[in-house]
């Protein structure tokens, strides 16, 4: 396969500045989540899907909107409840006549086929459900009554879950977990922070403030930009042996992944953390991935595709606490 072409200095200082502007946009309306905020635009220029996790009230669904209204795409919202059938995603065939008067079936899109979709506390939807966005997530594409329908380019799918949350819910299966580039964590705000957000938001939402900033195709030029930033051999190997570092069957006895972890991140994983990566580098102004832009989205791309065993889950062992040790081990060797 041919190398792509490496940008130029000009390519770089332009899309590094466009992701900027975009950074300081969603900054001013979503205050005191300056990292959230990086960490969704890196998951989104790699192509991406992203699970939010936090307590209600914290911003997440906010942020998507003001996200695409950036950006200048149909944002469709999905809320999820138990009793939401696949159908309600995917959509339905319907009964309509044509010009000669004839009844036929015809197939009516659901809100999966908009560029960016928003499922709101997707634990609430049944694993059936759920399951409905898996060929979406996956292929890009839906299949209805034995017929494929392809899904716009670009696509996405931001979900949100609550972690209190007991009573009602479905837990994701870990094959739907792997389909999410990045789970980001949403923090409660500073004190600070909370400040701020009076200021800004106590009579109007500050997204509806907001303006697209992008022009048409902008967004794929952009992502066709990060594919042509180098990873060199040594850079992949590096990355190769992360992944290796959260398998319990390859590590050493005294390993935190021998004792603490049952299964670690897939290949898919491995193709994730290096098209973040690039990203990553892309936001730096560089044309290359540096072992700097593994380590520093290691952790979102990791902490949703590391199960651990039994055991360390009584013991209340902390997953990110793991996986940090795992990273810091793997920065001192590498």
Request: include cysteine; aromatic fraction near 4%.
């Amino acid at each position: 396969m041919p190398q792509p072409p490496n940008p130029t200095e000009a390519d770089l200082r332009s899309a590094r500045d466009d992701l900027q502007r975009l950074k300081d946009h969603l900054q001013s309306a979503i205050v005191g989540q300056e990292r959230l905020i990086s960490d969704l635009i890196t998951a989104f220029f790699a192509g991406g899907h992203l699970l939010l996790e936090g307590l209600p009230g914290l911003g997440k669904t906010h942020l998507t909107k003001a996200l695409a209204t950036c950006i200048g795409l149909d944002l469709a919202r999905v809320q999820c409840t138990p009793d939401l059938m696949p159908a309600d995603i995917t959509g339905s065939e319907i009964l309509v006549h044509d010009e000669r008067g004839q009844q036929l079936l015809d197939f009516r899109p659901g809100p999966i086929f908009s560029s960016m979709v928003l499922v709101d506390e997707i634990n609430r939807a049944t694993p059936k459900t759920q399951a409905a966005l898996l060929e979406a997530m996956q292929e890009n594409q839906v299949t209805h009554a034995g017929t494929s329908h392809p899904l716009p380019v670009p696509f996405w799918v931001l979900a949100t879950q609550n972690p209190i949350e007991i009573e009602g819910t479905y837990p994701l299966p870990e094959a739907q977990l792997d389909r999410f580039m990045f789970k980001l964590n949403v923090t409660y705000p500073s004190a600070e922070a909370l400040l701020a957000l009076l200021d800004l938001s106590l009579d109007e939402e500050p997204a509806d403030r907001l303006s697209t900033i992008f022009p048409p195709g902008r967004i794929i030029r952009i992502m066709e930009l990060t594919r042509e930033i180098t990873i060199a051999r040594p850079v992949k190997q590096a990355a190769v042996e992360l992944v290796l570092a959260t398998q319990p069957a390859r590590g050493e006895q005294s390993t935190p992944a021998r004792k603490e972890i049952r299964y670690g991140a897939s290949p898919r994983g491995l193709q994730s953390l290096l098209r973040a990566a690039r990203v990553h580098a892309l936001q730096a102004g560089r044309p290359q991935v540096a072992l700097e832009d593994i380590r520093s989205i290691a952790l979102p791309t990791l902490r949703h595709r590391v199960l651990l065993t039994i055991g360390s889950q009584l013991e209340g062992v902390d997953r990110d606490d793991l996986l940090r040790g795992i990273i810091t081990d793997w920065e001192q060797h590498w």
